[in-house]
C-alpha cells in the first residue's frame, strides 16, 4: 500500500514540466517542488487544490498555456514562426525571462 503523500506526489510529478522551456519554468518547477516536500500540504489538501495554489502564483500562467509555442506553424501551410520575444523584467520578475505570452500586456 501506498502512503497518500506518495500517491499525491505521483500526479504532480508530471506536472513539474508544464512549463519547462517557458520564462516562468524555474520557478514553476520550484513551485510545485515544494508543494511535493510538504507532507502536511499533501495530506490536507486535495490535487486540485494544490495544482491551483500553483497556478495561483504564477499571473503569467494562463497567457504562457495559451501561447503556440515558438516555431509551431499556425497550419499547415505557414511557415515556423520566428521569435518575438523581448524581456520585460518589471512584468515577470526576472532579468532574463523572455516569455512574449506573459509580456504581451505591457507592449
Known amino acids: 500500500?501506498?502512503?497518500p503523500e506518495t500517491m499525491a506526489?505521483?500526479?504532480l510529478i508530471p506536472l513539474i514540466g508544464l512549463f519547462h522551456g517557458t520564462c516562468i519554468g524555474a520557478r514553476w518547477r520550484q513551485e510545485v517542488t515544494d508543494v511535493m516536500h510538504d507532507r502536511q500540504r499533501l495530506l490536507s489538501a486535495r490535487i486540485d487544490e494544490l495544482v491551483h495554489g500553483c497556478l495561483g502564483r504564477f499571473a503569467e500562467?494562463?497567457?504562457v498555456?495559451?501561447?503556440r509555442p515558438e516555431g509551431a506553424p499556425r497550419s499547415?501551410?505557414?511557415a515556423p514562426l520566428e521569435a518575438t520575444a523581448h524581456a520585460h523584467p518589471e512584468?515577470?520578475?526576472e532579468a532574463d525571462c523572455?516569455?512574449?505570452a506573459a509580456n504581451r500586456d505591457h507592449e
Open 1 to 3: 500500500d501506498k502512503l
Open 9 to 11: 506526489r505521483s500526479l
Open 65 to 67: 498555456l495559451d501561447e
Open 98 to 100: 523572455e516569455c512574449p
Open 91 to 93: 512584468a515577470t520578475g
Open 61 to 63: 500562467a494562463d497567457a
Open 76 to 78: 499547415d501551410t505557414d
